[in-house]
């Protein structure tokens, strides 16, 4: 009953949350633009988890978004339908009420069996594809990147043509994080970014957020602080642009035509990183403009 009470406490948004919110919003808001949140290694079921469900929830009634991107350890533990209740579809059942699709990635914890939970939108496959205006976007599945896998990669980005081209998947290819960078994957995953014009890399795995400096004209997110988090489990270095593990957070993203603009911000509310990125139109990499 405790627990309960207190998620009840956590999804009501009262009008000053919601004016506290747009005050703080640092997007665009344009007509017809692709809006996305971005959340990473949330599924614990825990208070953290609904805290930073309760502050996505008030930042959408200022910004309202289509649709999630998910990077992997969406459920951890058992996946019991109880379990799925109370590690997904409880904390964010205001957004799922107002249709906000969940597009799920599978992580190092996550049974392979949830790419049949329909809410996750995984259509029964390890990895898949989805198209919003302009945007394409490519699902992985970074624990088991077979020959398969990466031919069908390279498939769908060679179809996927010009717009942006936004792959995400749990394990990050760059990260200063202490388990590191997935060298392997990068060495097989980056070469086919590159010479498909991959411009941004969403993943998670690491209780941080990070975003790393353009790597070969790439920008590479990791946004896996969505419920746990390691504390100070950054090491900025000569690749690092912004480096934060102090709390819990998720992302926003809005795609206005050739520009990408991103916020950053904490369960508690607050911005910790937010820019531009342009794509690019001759071969030099644009940099982000804060």
Same mark, same amino acid.
């Given at each position: 009953m405790?627990?309960?009470?207190v998620?009840a406490?956590?999804?009501?948004?009262?009008s000053?949350?919601?004016l506290?919110a747009q005050?703080?919003?640092?997007?665009?808001?344009?007509?017809?633009?692709?809006?996305?949140?971005?959340?990473?290694?949330a599924g614990?079921?825990e208070r953290?988890?609904?805290?930073?469900?309760h502050?996505?929830?008030r930042? +959408?009634q200022?910004? &309202?978004f289509?649709?999630?991107?998910?990077l992997g350890? %969406?459920v951890y533990?058992?996946?019991?339908?109880q379990?799925l !209740?109370?590690?997904?579809?409880?904390?964010?059942q205001?957004?799922?009420?107002a249709?906000?699709?969940?597009?799920?990635?599978?992580? %190092?914890?996550?049974? &392979?069996n949830?790419?049949f939970y329909?809410?996750?939108?995984?259509d029964g496959k390890? +990895?898949?594809?989805?198209?919003?205006?302009?945007?394409?976007?490519?699902?992985?599945? *970074?624990?088991y990147?077979?020959?398969e896998q990466v031919?069908w990669?390279?498939d769908e980005l060679?179809?996927?043509?010009?717009g942006?081209?936004?792959? +995400?998947?749990?394990?990050?290819l760059?990260t200063?994080?202490?388990?590191g960078p997935?060298?392997e994957?990068?060495?097989i !995953?980056? &070469?086919l970014?590159?010479?498909y014009?991959?411009?941004v890399?969403? *993943?998670g795995h690491?209780?941080? +957020?990070?975003?790393? @400096?353009?790597q070969?004209g790439?920008?590479?997110f990791t946004?896996?602080?969505?419920?746990?988090?390691?504390?100070?489990?950054t090491r &900025?270095?000569g690749?690092?642009?912004?480096?934060y593990?102090?709390d819990r957070?998720?992302m926003l993203?809005?795609i206005?035509g050739?520009t990408?603009h991103?916020?950053?911000?904490?369960?508690?509310?607050?911005?910790?990183?937010?820019?531009?990125i342009?794509?690019?139109?001759?071969g @030099?990499?644009?940099?982000?403009?804060h």
């Amino acid at each position: 009953m405790a627990r309960r009470a207190v998620v009840a406490g956590l999804l009501l948004a009262g009008s000053p949350a919601v004016l506290a919110a747009q005050d703080q919003l640092t997007l665009p808001l344009r007509e017809n633009s692709v809006r996305f949140a971005v959340i990473g290694d949330a599924g614990t079921g825990e208070r953290e988890q609904y805290e930073v469900a309760h502050q996505i929830w008030r930042y +959408y009634q200022a910004f &309202p978004f289509t649709f999630a991107i998910m990077l992997g350890d %969406n459920v951890y533990g058992p996946e019991r339908p109880q379990d799925l !209740l109370r590690k997904f579809e409880r904390p964010y059942q205001p957004l799922l009420d107002a249709k906000v699709e969940f597009y799920a990635a599978l992580g %190092n914890h996550d049974d &392979p069996n949830q790419r049949f939970y329909k809410p996750f939108h995984l259509d029964g496959k390890r +990895y898949r594809s989805f198209k919003k205006e302009n945007a394409t976007f490519l699902v992985l599945d *970074s624990n088991y990147l077979d020959p398969e896998q990466v031919k069908w990669l390279e498939d769908e980005l060679k179809a996927a043509g010009g717009g942006w081209k936004i792959p +995400y998947f749990h394990h990050p290819l760059y990260t200063t994080a202490r388990r590191g960078p997935e060298l392997e994957l990068r060495e097989i !995953l980056e &070469p086919l970014f590159l010479k498909y014009g991959v411009e941004v890399v969403f *993943s998670g795995h690491e209780h941080i +957020y990070e975003r790393m @400096k353009p790597q070969k004209g790439i920008h590479y997110f990791t946004a896996g602080g969505s419920a746990k988090l390691r504390r100070g489990d950054t090491r &900025p270095n000569g690749v690092t642009e912004v480096g934060y593990a102090a709390d819990r957070t998720f992302m926003l993203v809005e795609i206005v035509g050739d520009t990408l603009h991103f916020q950053t911000v904490t369960r508690t509310g607050k911005t910790v990183d937010q820019g531009i990125i342009k794509r690019r139109v001759t071969g @030099k990499p644009a940099p982000v403009a804060h």
